[in-house]
């Protein structure tokens, strides 16, 4: 019998698996399986240990973009420094640029912290605007919405489906996003400090205050002289939470500590990047509690 239940499932598995997707980080991931159910098989490239920026490539990235049929990107020049190599070794028509099956998530969100004049020449990993998106929930159905369509586009045939999924998703997320709101603005008026400009998009939401980061410019290590100007800044602020990721060193944010009092909050950049931020929910309930602590 459950040899038999088995077969079954992987027989569904089989039949109704008809796209390939691959997402370059989970929090994506998570919402395609969302969309998608039983008709997609996601693979997310880029493990949340590490640097968004830097994703370190493996050889078995190359082959897993050679199968896809569709390859979501977060886009906005997060990806540029590990995946256009391995775009180029997987040599896979369907995703290539300007390819049907290639979804720049950047595209549809109303990107923030543009800069007037490109500084990517000194390092700044930001110089298309801040594309740290999905650390807000309040992106989550753009994104949803995004996928929900190429989805449709590339698999017609299962338009109802992915349109019901898409339905479902959205009313679980609004009800969830209406008790988040109200969770949040107990913490109005906030005030907080990056390592690198993760929350932006979340803080310009719930109207915290980032009053500077550990990191001089996007993609920049700390100095001496900026730590001094930044740890002189908190005082003057009363700044009291440091928001630190999991993948870059914690002693800066630690020194930082001693000097003001504050206090260090590890927090994901993505789903399961710390313990318990598993799911949707999870990531962001996490987020939110200890920007607000
Ligand atoms: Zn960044």
Same mark, same amino acid.
């Given at each position: 019998m459950k040899k038999l239940l088995l077969l079954? %499932?992987?027989?569904?598995?089989? !039949?109704? #698996?008809? =796209? @390939?997707?691959?997402?370059?980080?989970?929090?994506?991931?998570?919402?395609?399986?969302?969309?998608?159910?039983?008709?997609?098989?996601?693979?997310?490239?880029?493990?949340?240990?590490?640097?968004?920026?830097? %994703?370190?490539?493996?050889?078995? !990235?190359? #082959?897993? =973009? @050679?199968?896809?049929d569709l390859l979501i990107m977060n886009g906005g020049g997060l990806e540029l420094g590990w995946l256009p190599p391995l775009l180029r070794?997987?040599?896979?028509?369907?995703?290539?640029?300007?390819?049907?099956?290639?979804l720049d998530m950047s595209h549809y969100i109303s990107m923030i912290d543009v800069p007037s004049s490109v500084s990517r020449a000194f390092g700044d990993v930001h110089a298309q605007g801040n594309p740290h998106f999905s650390t807000d929930p309040n992106q989550v159905l753009v994104m949803a919405e995004a996928i929900k369509k190429k989805l449709i586009q590339l698999d017609p045939e299962n338009e109802k489906?992915?349109?019901?999924?898409?339905?479902?998703?959205q009313k679980k997320w609004?009800?969830?996003?209406?008790?988040?709101?109200?969770?949040?603005?107990?913490?109005?008026?906030?005030?907080?400090?990056?390592?690198?400009?993760?929350?932006?998009?979340?803080?310009?939401?719930?109207?915290?205050?980032?009053?500077?980061?550990?990191?001089?410019?996007?993609?920049?290590?700390?100095?001496?002289k900026h730590t001094l100007a930044l740890i002189m800044?908190?005082?003057?602020?009363?700044?009291?939470?440091?928001?630190?990721?999991?993948?870059?060193?914690?002693?800066?944010?630690?020194?930082?500590?001693?000097?003001t009092g504050a206090k260090v909050q590890i927090i994901p950049h993505d789903i399961r990047a710390v313990k318990g931020s598993d799911t949707l929910e999870n990531f962001y309930n996490i987020i939110g509690k200890r920007i607000c602590n």
């Open positions: 079954t %499932i992987l027989l569904q598995g089989f !039949l109704f #698996a008809s =796209l @390939r997707v691959d997402t370059t980080y989970s929090t994506m991931g998570l919402i395609t399986q969302k969309i998608g159910g039983d008709l997609v098989n996601v693979t997310v490239l880029g493990s949340s240990k590490y640097d968004p920026h830097f %994703i370190v490539p493996k050889p078995s !990235l190359i #082959a897993k =973009l @050679r199968r896809a070794a997987a040599n896979n028509a369907k995703i290539q640029n300007g390819a049907k099956g290639l489906i992915y349109q019901e999924n898409f339905n479902v998703f609004q009800r969830y996003l209406q008790n988040f709101d109200t969770k949040m603005q107990m913490c109005q008026g906030k005030k907080v400090v990056q390592y690198h400009e993760l929350y932006n998009y979340f803080l310009k939401r719930y109207d915290i205050q980032s009053i500077g980061n550990i990191e001089p410019l996007p993609g920049i290590s700390p100095s001496s800044s908190m005082r003057q602020n009363h700044v009291k939470t440091i928001l630190q990721d999991v993948y870059h060193e914690q002693k800066t944010a630690a020194f930082i500590a001693s000097k």
